[in-house]
């Protein structure tokens, strides 16, 4: 490879490791209130283009739960119907990600084994 191949790989690899340490920031971002609501705008829209989003959000501390506190969040604005279409984008965000996590190979299983878990015990006596 000539040099200027060269240069351009090792560029191309330093914006690949930018990109992967921006999903970082932004999966550790959603354990933060005051920071979730733009990180899950950011990770939902770049869930497609970045492949192994599944698998960070699921090993990452508090991640999961931070997704499904957005979900519960906005029980009581359903009965009576009072939500906002900023509210409902929120949660959209947060379920395209888990999604993400249901949808990967990696995660799928582990995340299906986690839900069913979680009914079970929740519906035992």
């Given at each position: 490879?000539?040099?200027?191949q060269?240069?351009?790989?090792?560029?191309l690899?330093?914006e690949q490791?930018?990109?992967?340490?921006?999903?970082?920031?932004l999966?550790?971002d959603?354990?933060?209130p005051e920071?979730?609501e733009?990180?899950l705008?950011?990770?939902?829209?770049?869930?497609?283009a970045f492949?192994?989003?599944?698998?960070i959000?699921?090993h990452?501390?508090?991640t999961?739960?931070?997704l499904?506190q957005e979900?519960?969040?906005?029980?009581?604005?359903?009965?009576?119907?009072?939500l906002?279409a900023?509210?409902s984008?929120?949660?959209?965000?947060?379920?395209?990600l888990?999604?993400?996590?249901?949808?990967?190979?990696?995660?799928r299983?582990?995340?299906?084994?986690g839900?069913?878990g979680?009914?079970?015990?929740?519906?035992m006596?």
């Open positions: 490879a000539s040099g200027r060269r240069a351009s790989l090792a560029t690899n330093m490791q930018d990109d992967r340490d921006k999903i970082f920031a999966v550790a959603l354990t933060n920071q979730r733009s990180a705008l950011e990770l939902s829209k770049r869930r497609e492949a192994d989003l599944a698998p959000l699921w990452s501390f508090g999961i739960a931070a499904l979900i519960v969040s906005i029980y009581p604005l359903l009965s009576p119907p009072s906002t900023h509210a984008n929120r949660v959209c965000n947060a379920l395209a888990l999604q993400c996590v249901a949808s990967h190979p990696e995660t299983t582990l995340f299906l084994n839900a069913t979680r009914i079970l015990n929740a519906n006596p």
